[in-house]
Each structure stands twice: as structure tokens, then as C-alpha cells.
């Protein structure tokens, strides 16, 4: 049956989540639920309306699976400590490069981010916890694209015949599944979330291995982290939906103090967007371009080549893996 979309104009925000309140609690009953913080906008309102639904019945975890920006993890548990969710950090990098090691293909990449995740890690915190059900922040455009087959999105399973209680263990509650970006940023203000919470740009399920083409690996992840923290800072005052960096896999040619260096390439894409359904390249200033390609060459170890991408979406996506 095709979910019934709640378009953002049409949303009563308080009403949407009095009803979800309602229905979490009704699906869990007197047990315990669990659920994976990102600090993304999704998993961030759905903590909240867990927590507003469930109180301490909601285990809220960090999984800091060694491919998030810089010093996310310890941010995120601080950020929601003040709001006055406790945040458990679970350490699981070298389960995911171990996952990761050899794989180039996309969607095998993020079919092994996907196991080591439901399988493996959040396997174990479902038994040791004692809880049934797993509470995410799945929105109707990761099943859009996952069902068109346009990428798999991590955290998509009902819709592809996919029961995760046969195949993890426990059952998935997806309170804004019928909800885009625009929609959950509005049920976040009404939640009570900081605007740099519910206003954050938008980051993939695959964190940045989305934004490795070819093998992941540590030092990869490092060189595309360093690279982001750039991008981010460079173009945050564009007012753009999203912006990221990208590590190509092939080396180009460059010279550096009249050498020859043959290194890597970063791509830079920054989108205009309302619900990611359809994206346009931001028209970014010419000296911003420029300075942010200097900062990336000068400050990156090794990144001799910056460019930036005018594809719109389609036939693009918004992120390259």
C-alpha cells in the first residue's frame, strides 16, 4: 500500500506529533524502544518525539562508526545532553572499515554499512537492552529513491518486501515516514529543537562513506573530512539546502613548488532544494569558489585538483555514491 504523504503546507505540526506520540507508545507498550542518534535532522526529531513519547524507555545510542565529520560524536552527545537526552557512544569503527575493506561498488558499499549496522551492531545493543523495537528517522524520500531504485537508502526495508523482525530481531517504528525535509524541519520546531538542530543540512545514512567513490578507507574518510569541515565553513552563508565535498577515486596530475604531483581530486557540490526530490547547483560566488578551492589544496594533504558540480538533479543525485 503507497504511503499517504503529509505535504509541509499541510502539516498541523502539534497534531502530527500528539498522534505519533501516541502511536509509539501504543507499539511499545511497557517495554523499551532503542534508536541511533545521528545528529542529522531526521534522527535528531525522531529522538525527540521518542524521548517526548517514551521518556528513559527510549535507549538513545551514537553509533560512531568512524566515517562522521569532525568531532561529531562528542558534539552530538553534548548537544543532546543540554537538551537533556542521555546519549550512549558506541564505539564501532573498525567493524565498519572491516566491512568496508575491498567493497568499490556503490551499492554494495551501502549494503555493508546497512549489515554492520541492523545486523551486527544494532543487533547486539537490541539484545542487551532488552528492547523490541528500533525507532528511526526514515522519511518518504529515502523510500522514494530506494523503491525507484535510484540508491538504497540504509534505513529502507518494509517497502522492499524486507521484515526486520525475521531479519534482524526486532521491529523498525518510522514516525515521519510520510514526511520530506521540509515537513520534519517544521515538526522539529515544534519539538522544541535549536534552529542549528532542525535547520542543519541535510547528511547521508552512509555518512561519508557517501562521499568516497571507490574503496573506504580510513585514510580516505580523513582526506574527505578535512575536506568537508572546509566546504561547510566556506559555504554556510550561501543559505544552500546541502553542500559537501567529494573524494574522486582517480589521481590527476598537478605541480606543486614547481614539481610535478600527481594527487587527488575533490569535487565540491552545493544545492539548491526544498525536499531533495529535485535540486538545482547553487550559483555560488565566483571569489568564494575560488578561495574555498585554495583552502582545499593548501590545507588538504595531497588534493591537487578542486572542482565544482553544475549537473542539476536529475540526472544527478545529491550525493555521488
Given amino acids: 500500500m503507497p504511503l499517504q504523504e503529509i505535504r509541509a503546507e499541510d502539516l498541523d505540526a502539534p497534531e502530527f506529533i500528539a498522534e505519533k506520540v501516541a502511536e509509539i507508545r501504543a507499539a511499545v507498550g511497557d517495554g523499551y524502544a532503542i534508536n541511533a542518534l545521528s545528529g542529522g535532522v531526521d534522527s535528531s526529531v525522531v529522538t525527540m518525539l521518542g524521548h517526548r513519547a517514551l521518556g528513559d524507555r527510549l535507549k538513545t545510542y551514537f553509533v560512531d562508526n568512524g566515517l562522521m565529520r569532525q568531532g561529531e560524536p562528542e558534539q552530538i552527545v553534548q548537544r543532546f545532553a543540554d537538551l537533556g537526552v542521555r546519549v550512549e557512544l558506541v564505539p564501532a569503527q573498525d567493524r565498519f572499515f572491516a566491512a568496508l575493506a575491498g567493497i568499490t561498488d556503490p551499492e554494495e558499499k551501502r549494503e555493508a554499512i546497512t549489515q554492520t549496522f541492523y545486523r551486527d551492531v544494532f543487533a547486539q545493543l537490541v539484545r542487551d537492552s532488552g528492547a523490541r523495537c528500533l525507532l528511526q528517522g526514515t522519511i518518504l524520500t529515502d523510500v522514494d529513491e530506494t523503491v525507484a531504485g535510484i540508491k538504497r537508502q540504509h534505513n529502507v526495508f518494509e517497502q522492499l518486501g524486507i521484515d526486520p523482525e525475521e531479519a534482524f530481531g526486532y521491529r523498525i517504528l518510522e514516525p515521519l515516514v510520510q514526511l520530506r525535509k521540509d515537513g ?15 535547520r542543519r543540512i541535510p547528511f547521508p545514512g552512509p555518512a561519508l562513506a557517501a562521499r568516497v567513490i571507490g574503496e573506504v578507507t580510513r585514510e580516505k574518510i580523513a582526506l574527505v573530512r578535512q575536506a568537508t569541515a572546509i566546504v561547510e565553513e566556506e559555504l554556510a552563508a550561501t543559505g544552500a539546502f546541502q553542500y559537501m565535498a567529494i573524494l574522486h577515486e582517480d589521481r590527476v596530475t598537478g605541480m606543486r613548488q614547481g614539481r610535478r604531483e600527481f594527487g587527488q581530486q575533490i569535487e565540491v557540490r552545493c ?3 526544498v525536499d531533495a526530490r529535485t535540486a538545482t547547483p547553487t550559483q555560488v560566488a565566483w571569489e568564494i569558489l575560488m578561495r574555498l578551492g585554495r583552502r582545499i589544496v593548501d590545507e588538504v594533504p595531497g588534493v591537487v585538483s578542486v572542482t565544482y558540480g553544475i549537473a542539476p538533479k536529475p540526472p544527478s543525485t545529491m550525493e555521488v555514491v
Fill in 271 to 273: 544545492w539548491d532544494s
Fill in 184 to 198: 520534519v524541519r517544521k515538526v522539529g520546531e515544534a519539538l522544541g529543537l535549536p534552529p542549528e538542530v532542525f
